[in-house]
């Protein structure tokens, strides 16, 4: 079996005969009828079926009007050999979808062709997509001005096949929501179409201007015309939209806060082994929310996490969420002290005519690391008093690699994440002057927006409790 000629489109006169004869048919064959031709708007084939190791010809078939009457005439045929019960397929991919097109079959033993006419689908197409709510809208017409809700629908990227959307992204009313969500990671082109009608029977025409037609060369010898299933709409290009990058997100590694901007959406996803937990919902911020602490976002028992952060969807806009900004996030550490932080009262009777009392507290207390190979923890930061003329200060010596805050209270009252403090550098001293009996120094080790190191928790260093002396009488 093969096609001697592929079908032709053109309206160009190949035979200088009459509209149903061909040259060369000098074998006789079944006529075929309107039962042994299906048609496949899905497959964009006609199949009839031979009953003999004859020939059949097709061709496009023109519809003019002549002496008053509707009539058809094939330009040019194609010869098609068959064999004894098999389907010969009649490919209809070029094809105009948005025009009425007729094939004309017949046989030798035939007068006049079977006319199949291929209805025209709708010329217009609108699709419109929400990123916002992953919404597509589906409208079909003859125009713009009459388009109206498409039943159902197809698609495909620029390089695969037609997809058939599931029963979840099936049109109502030309609408379905949550489709195509993931092609706004990057972006992405679809078409769209209505989908060709199934395969089936052709059926005499419901086409009233069709019910009387006849043959072009004889306009006595009336053919018949016959409805087969629609190919599948016109192609609608849609551009997809990838998402924004995430928003900026100003972190404060030094002073353990951040700050969320307008209009964005977040949440805390935590880990735990291998276990990772995303939460449902997120939480909506609505303007700028400046000095957020980690133990806003790191309530109760959790230790660590990631905070993401998204601008929010606009639906007005049909803009879909934006990617998420991710930042590590983890609970202040808290230093290690060891010592005492006793105050030294006046004593109760002079020694050597003097009293002589104080130079406890802050004295006595260091900062201390992890324990060593022996189960000794190292000192990292100690203090001393610093005899001035002016009187004393408070040196702070650090051995650590580490940079320190250190922030000085009036009473013993935990700093917040804006008082005023000052760095101790690693492997390095810092001076305290002016200070006074019953002030208390607090420390912790400091933040690093370089290495996104979040500061600590501050920890009580220990109080004040400057040397004093005078005589008994």
Same mark, same amino acid.
Do not use: H
């Given at each position: 079996?093969?096609?001697? *000629?592929?079908?032709?489109?053109?309206?160009?006169?190949?035979?200088?005969?009459?509209?149903? +004869?061909?040259?060369?048919?000098?074998?006789?064959?079944?006529?075929?009828?309107?039962?042994?031709?299906?048609?496949?708007?899905?497959?964009?084939?006609?199949?009839?079926?031979?009953?003999?190791?004859?020939?059949? $010809?097709?061709?496009?078939?023109? =519809?003019?009007?002549?002496?008053?009457?509707?009539?058809?005439?094939?330009? !040019?045929?194609?010869?098609?050999?068959?064999?004894?019960?098999?389907?010969?397929?009649?490919?209809?991919?070029?094809?105009?979808?948005?025009?009425?097109?007729?094939?004309? $079959?017949?046989?030798?033993?035939?007068?006049?062709?079977?006319?199949?006419?291929?209805?025209?689908?709708?010329?217009?197409?609108?699709?419109?997509?929400?990123?916002? %709510?992953?919404?597509?809208?589906?409208?079909?017409?003859?125009?713009? +001005?009459?388009?109206?809700?498409? !039943?159902?629908? &197809?698609?495909?990227?620029?390089?695969?096949?037609?997809?058939?959307?599931? #029963?979840?992204?099936?049109?109502?009313?030309?609408?379905?929501?949550?489709?195509?969500?993931?092609?706004?990671?990057?972006?992405?082109?679809?078409?769209? =179409?209505?989908?060709?009608?199934?395969?089936? /029977?052709?059926?005499?025409?419901?086409?009233?201007?069709?019910?009387?037609?006849?043959?072009?060369?004889?306009?006595?010898?009336?053919?018949?015309?016959?409805?087969?299933? *629609?190919?599948?709409?016109?192609?609608?290009?849609?551009?997809?939209?990838?998402?924004?990058?995430?928003?900026?997100?100003?972190?404060?590694?030094?002073?353990? %806060?951040?700050?969320?901007?307008?209009?964005? &959406?977040? =949440?805390?996803?935590?880990?735990?082994?291998?276990?990772?937990?995303?939460?449902?919902?997120?939480?909506?911020? #609505?303007?700028?929310?400046?000095?957020?602490?980690?133990?806003?976002?790191?309530?109760?028992?959790? &230790?660590?996490?990631?905070?993401?952060? =998204?601008?929010?969807?606009?639906?007005?806009?049909?803009?879909?969420?934006?990617?998420?900004?991710?930042?590590?996030?983890?609970?202040? !550490? $808290?230093?290690?002290?060891?010592?005492?932080?006793?105050?030294?009262?006046?004593?109760?009777?002079?020694?050597?005519?003097?009293?002589?009392?104080?130079?406890?507290?802050?004295?006595?207390?260091?900062?201390?690391?992890?324990?060593?190979?022996?189960?000794?923890?190292?000192?990292?930061?100690?203090?001393?008093?610093?005899? %001035?003329? *002016?009187?004393?200060?408070?040196?702070?010596?650090? %051995?650590?690699?580490?940079?320190?805050?250190?922030?000085?209270?009036? /009473? &013993?009252?935990?700093?917040?994440?804006?008082?005023?403090?000052?760095?101790?550098?690693?492997?390095?001293?810092?001076?305290?002057?002016?200070?006074?009996?019953?002030?208390?120094?607090?420390?912790?080790?400091?933040?690093?927006?370089?290495?996104?190191?979040?500061?600590?928790?501050?920890?009580?260093?220990?109080?004040?409790?400057?040397?004093?002396?005078?005589?008994?009488?």
């Amino acid at each position: 079996m093969e096609t001697r *000629k592929k079908l032709q489109w053109t309206a160009v006169a190949a035979f200088a005969v009459t509209a149903w +004869t061909w040259a060369g048919a000098d074998n006789a064959s079944a006529a075929v009828t309107a039962a042994d031709i299906e048609v496949s708007g899905t497959e964009q084939k006609m199949y009839v079926n031979v009953s003999q190791d004859k020939e059949m $010809v097709f061709g496009t078939a023109t =519809r003019s009007r002549k002496s008053g009457k509707v009539v058809f005439k094939v330009s !040019s045929w194609n010869l098609y050999e068959t064999s004894s019960g098999k389907r010969a397929e009649i490919d209809l991919s070029k094809l105009s979808n948005i025009k009425d097109n007729y094939i004309a $079959v017949k046989t030798d033993d035939m007068e006049v062709p079977v006319i199949v006419k291929i209805p025209a689908n709708d010329k217009v197409s609108s699709v419109r997509y929400n990123g916002a %709510t992953q919404e597509l809208e589906i409208k079909t017409g003859a125009s713009r +001005t009459s388009l109206k809700a498409a !039943s159902d629908y &197809e698609w495909r990227t620029v390089y695969s096949n037609w997809q058939t959307p599931d #029963e979840t992204q099936k049109l109502a009313d030309g609408k379905v929501s949550g489709v195509f969500g993931e092609f706004q990671f990057q972006g992405g082109t679809l078409y769209i =179409r209505t989908p060709g009608e199934g395969l089936s /029977k052709i059926t005499e025409t419901t086409d009233v201007e069709l019910k009387d037609c006849y043959d072009a060369g004889n306009i006595e010898k009336a053919v018949k015309v016959y409805d087969a299933p *629609k190919l599948p709409g016109r192609e609608t290009k849609l551009n997809i939209a990838k998402q924004a990058n995430g928003p900026a997100v100003s972190v404060q590694y030094t002073s353990g %806060t951040l700050t969320l901007p307008k209009l964005s &959406e977040y =949440r805390i996803v935590t880990v735990s082994g291998s276990a990772v937990t995303v939460p449902d919902d997120v939480i909506k911020n #609505e303007s700028v929310k400046r000095g957020v602490t980690l133990d806003e976002l790191l309530p109760g028992s959790l &230790e660590s996490g990631i905070l993401e952060v =998204r601008t929010e969807p606009n639906t007005s806009r049909k803009r879909c969420a934006s990617k998420w900004t991710r930042i590590p996030l983890e609970k202040p !550490s $808290v230093l290690e002290t060891s010592g005492s932080d006793t105050l030294n009262s006046k004593p109760s009777s002079p020694a050597d005519g003097v009293y002589k009392w104080g130079g406890g507290g802050i004295k006595n207390v260091t900062v201390v690391g992890d324990a060593d190979g022996t189960g000794t923890k190292p000192v990292l930061v100690k203090a001393d008093y610093q005899s %001035t003329s *002016k009187g004393y200060n408070v040196v702070i010596t650090s %051995t650590s690699s580490a940079n320190y805050r250190v922030a000085v209270m009036d /009473k &013993e009252e935990k700093p917040g994440a804006s008082v005023s403090s000052r760095t101790l550098k690693a492997n390095s001293s810092l001076t305290l002057s002016g200070l006074k009996d019953g002030q208390v120094i607090y420390i912790r080790q400091d933040g690093s927006s370089s290495t996104k190191t979040w500061a600590g928790e501050y920890t009580k260093f220990g109080t004040v409790d400057l040397p004093k002396q005078e005589n008994a009488n």
